[in-house]
């Protein structure tokens, strides 16, 4: 999930052996049980990451150099390493997958699908499901998205909407 061989994250046994580590910042902190630990090599900087232990391991996607996008749990955050400063949004469900796209960060829950601003996380759209997304599959101007049951959706990129 990282892009450049500098940045990795490692899974660690315990939160104790996590704080062992010079940590820049815990992300997922206000999780009430952790139960996964991780410890991400980001631009020179070491973020520790605390997860719920959903069977989805955090992802970190590079924007552009020193700009990065976390997600961790119902959590996504965005890193800027010059800055030293990390902006966090909570989201409402599960977050499977986060793509980069043109329009934005596309982030795909597990009851969800969002549009979010790259550079400061604003809500540009989110589309909600009245059951949980199962598949799906992103492309230049669209999702296509099966939830269970088998029920498919098609939403435009652009806004959100469905199609």
Request: charged share 20%.
């Amino acid at each position: 999930m990282l892009n450049e061989q500098n940045d990795r994250l490692f899974e660690i046994d315990s939160e104790s052996e996590l704080r062992n580590y010079e940590i820049f910042q815990f992300l997922g902190s206000e999780l009430q049980y952790s139960r996964k630990f991780y410890k991400a090599e980001i631009g020179g900087k070491i973020v520790g990451i605390l997860n719920g232990g959903h069977g989805i391991k955090p992802q970190i996607e590079k924007i552009f150099d020193g700009l990065y996008i976390i997600s961790t749990d119902m959590n996504i955050y965005l890193f800027n390493v010059q800055l030293q400063k990390i902006i966090d949004r909570k989201l409402d469900s599960i977050i499977y997958k986060i793509h980069i796209h043109s329009t934005g960060v596309i982030v795909a829950c597990e009851l969800d699908f969002y549009s979010l601003d790259l550079l400061n996380l604003n809500i540009n759209w989110h589309t909600p499901f009245p059951s949980i997304i199962t598949d799906f599959n992103i492309d230049q101007e669209r999702i296509q998205i099966v939830t269970d049951g088998c029920v498919k959706y098609l939403i435009d990129l652009s806004n959100g909407n469905f199609c």
